[in-house]
Nanobody, 116 residues
Framework: QVQLVESGGGLVQPGGSLRLSCAASGRMFSIYAMGWYRQAPGKPRELVAAITSGGSANYADSVKGRFTISRDNAKNTVYLQMNSLKPEDTDVYYC??????????WGQGTQVTVSS
């Protein structure tokens, strides 16, 4: 089983930056695909960015060129660097770990608010 704890959310002005971190407990972190999702009240959770166990990343069109996902397997941590933030990026951000045989796990979420 994997436990995920997000951190780094907060209030930032439009155009600003934040870096989210997701620390994973348990073993075999390196074999999980990791992802960041976000969800607004009353809306479905949507994929923001994902990174495979091999390090390949993909992004939602709305964040391409602004957000960067990365992972440090030695620290069991995945990051989401968010630059040029917009008010529409305001959401609760969730970390996800997934492996086709070992299951899917979620963190508790961290609030990101972009506002002047």
């Amino acid at each position: 089983q994997v436990q995920l704890v997000e951190s780094g959310g907060g209030l930032v002005q439009p155009g600003g930056s934040l870096r989210l971190s997701c620390a994973a407990s348990g073993r075999m972190f390196s074999i999980y695909a990791m992802g960041w999702y976000r969800q607004a009240p009353g809306k479905p959770r949507e994929l923001v960015a994902a990174i495979t166990s091999g390090g390949s990343a993909n992004y939602a069109d709305s964040v391409k060129g602004r957000f960067t996902i990365s992972r440090d397997n030695a620290k069991n941590t995945v990051y989401l660097q968010m630059n040029s933030l917009k008010p529409e990026d305001t959401d609760v951000y969730y970390c996800n770990a997934e492996h086709r045989s070992l299951g899917k796990y979620w963190g508790q979420g961290t609030q990101v608010t972009v506002s002047s």
